[in-house]
């Protein structure tokens, strides 16, 4: 009997995604791994087999995720030094571009990780299935094996853990290995095994959403205009200039937003251009220069205003079901933290990425404009009546102490305040720097040391703020409506800081940094950090003025 399924000629099947169908995919490159072993072939039945030792998975995803937490594929330096080429863009664009190259430098020496959120580790597998894995026969050794691989990098080095486990429903405890890792293996034909590797930082993954729309939305005009809306709302919190990937369709919510995610690291820029009745996906490049063409015009700019808000744009089409419209919309930020891998009967490759990111640099250097220098040993009220005397989108040099507090603290001090007791004396007399630390490297005062999403903190802020606390705070992106309405009732200021660079702040721009409470929350403790030459733009002010709804507006 033969037990083959052979589909008649009406079935229609076709794969979903047909990659490679054009040429519009970079061809990735591979540097072979030759201190990787554990790769053999063997035959049985008349076929050949791959056989794969659990080790070799380990070592290829601790390397991976080693190489993705510090170096960046030329294709995006390339594009971030064409911001610095262009002279359409602004002497914002400009200044963040090239702060994010020299991070991308001093990243690449392998000490500093490029971004003090070290993400979440992602593995995307295609297992032939005629690869076989050593083990398994007790649970999935291939989750396992990358599993300690990773593990190995994020304890091993100078990264950061970010996962927590959920002791009860509201009970959660740091794992303190950065595990788990979201590892999806799927089943393909043939004898080679091949990975997308990612680290996910918590800024860019919480800038992924899903829209569920009627049919009605499958109009020209009202697409745009859908998208022109959600795009302008997307904000700069998770560290533009983005790779924006949209998706319009899809059979499920599930898979709308894995495509969406696919699609941010470039990995379905092979897909055909157009569809047909098999249902396949496709880009839709037209569209893709369209909403580029509206990012530009946004005036949001490389985060403090201009034309850079996105690099490049990805749209995709799938099929749906009549009765729904799913539309996903994410990005992968500037740190565009992906490597491909594969493992054949040559060996362990992994992609190529680039170590010489200096290669990018400018000769020259870039001028903002004369930033005003503030001296943050100065009183509060002495630093408060300096800035508001300049307006939002106004360049500062900071020097001085700032105290680093995020998520747990303002909860903590929180309950605090509603027991009646009162907020310590810290966070009134400096900025307050919304950030947590990667782990510090031997010999040096401080990791890599960016700054979170501001909106975060945004419900604390007006109760703070009306005794005193929280006047002038420091962070990335925007904030609420309740945040602008405070800081003009309150005399508050809210400055923000280049996301997307913390190597650089770690190494170049922090002198001394001690904890100084709740040490028991580990990099989400209260901070006392002396800063020097630090770059911030006023962003909403005491009068009610705010950068980012100036330019949407």
């Not at 788990?180 to 034909?189: F, G, H, K, T």
């Not at 918590?202 to 697409?223: C, D, I, M, V, Y």
């Not at 009220?381 to 939002?392: C, F, K, N, P, S």
């Not at 700054?451 to 703020?465: G, I, K, L, W």
Request: aromatic share 8%; charged share 25%; proline share 5%.
């Amino acid at each position: 009997m033969d037990d083959r399924i052979i589909l008649d000629e009406g079935d229609g099947y076709r794969p979903l995604f047909q990659i490679g169908a054009t040429p519009l995919a970079e061809e990735t490159v591979y540097d072979r791994l030759d201190d990787i072993g554990g790769v053999e072939t063997l035959e049985a039945g008349g076929r050949r087999f791959l056989r794969v030792a659990p080790e070799a998975l380990a070592a290829l995803a601790q390397r991976a995720f080693h190489d993705i937490s510090h170096l960046l594929r030329a294709s995006h330096l390339r594009q971030m030094r064409s911001i610095l080429d262009d002279p359409d863009a602004t002497a914002n664009d400009r200044f963040v571009a090239l702060e994010m190259l020299k991070n991308a430098v001093i990243a690449a020496e392998g000490t500093f990780p490029m971004c003090q959120d070290t993400g979440t580790a992602i593995v995307v597998g295609k297992k032939g299935q005629q690869v076989l894995v050593d083990g398994g026969e007790d649970g999935p050794v291939d989750e396992a094996a990358l599993s300690a691989g990773i593990q190995r990098t994020y304890t091993g080095t100078n990264l950061r853990y970010s996962q927590m486990a959920p002791i009860s429903m509201f009970e959660e405890k740091n794992t303190r290995t950065n595990l788990p890792a979201q590892i999806d293996i799927a089943a393909v034909p043939g004898s080679a095994y091949e990975f997308l590797f990612v680290a996910k930082g918590g800024g860019s993954a919480n800038k992924s959403f899903l829209f569920q729309e009627t049919p009605r939305t499958l109009h020209p005009e009202r697409l745009k205009a859908f998208l022109k809306e959600k795009i302008g709302s997307l904000g700069t919190a998770a560290c533009p200039p983005y790779h924006l990937a949209i998706v319009i369709g899809g059979l499920s919510a599930e898979l709308t937003m894995k495509t969406v995610k696919m699609a941010s690291c470039r990995y379905l820029d092979g897909l055909p251009t157009s569809g047909d009745a098999s249902a396949r996906a496709f880009r839709d490049v037209a569209l893709e220069e369209e909403v580029l063409a509206i990012t530009r015009e946004l005036g949001i700019g490389a985060q403090f205003g201009g034309r850079y808000f996105c690099h490049d744009v990805r749209v995709i089409r799938l099929p749906r079901h009549g009765a729904s419209m799913p539309i996903g919309l994410g990005v992968s930020c500037s740190a565009d933290r992906q490597a491909r891998a594969k493992i054949t009967a040559d060996g362990v490759f992994l992609e190529r990425l680039e170590r010489d990111p200096a290669r990018f640099l400018p000769e020259t250097t870039v001028d903002i404009g004369a930033a005003v220098p503030i001296d943050l040993t100065r009183p509060m009220d002495e630093i408060r009546a300096i800035l508001t005397q300049h307006g939002v989108g106004t360049p500062l040099l900071l020097n001085g102490p700032m105290i680093v507090a995020r998520d747990l603290v303002h909860a903590a001090l929180a309950e605090r305040r509603a027991k009646g007791e009162p907020l310590p004396a810290y966070m009134r007399d400096h900025p307050i720097y919304y950030a947590g630390p990667a782990k510090t490297p031997d010999g040096f005062a401080s990791g890599s040391f960016g700054p979170t999403t501001a909106s975060r903190m945004d419900a604390y802020v007006p109760e703070f703020q009306t005794e005193g606390f929280s006047l002038v705070t420091l962070a990335k992106g925007n904030r609420s409506t309740g945040v602008v309405k405070s800081c003009a009732e309150n005399g508050g200021f809210y400055l923000a800081t280049i996301g997307g660079a913390a190597a650089r702040v770690g190494r170049d721009m922090i002198t001394h940094v001690e904890a100084i409470d709740f040490q028991d929350f580990g990099m989400e403790a209260v901070w006392r950090i002396e800063v020097k030459d630090f770059p911030a733009f006023i962003v909403t002010d005491d009068k009610g003025n705010d950068f980012f709804t100036l330019k949407r507006g």
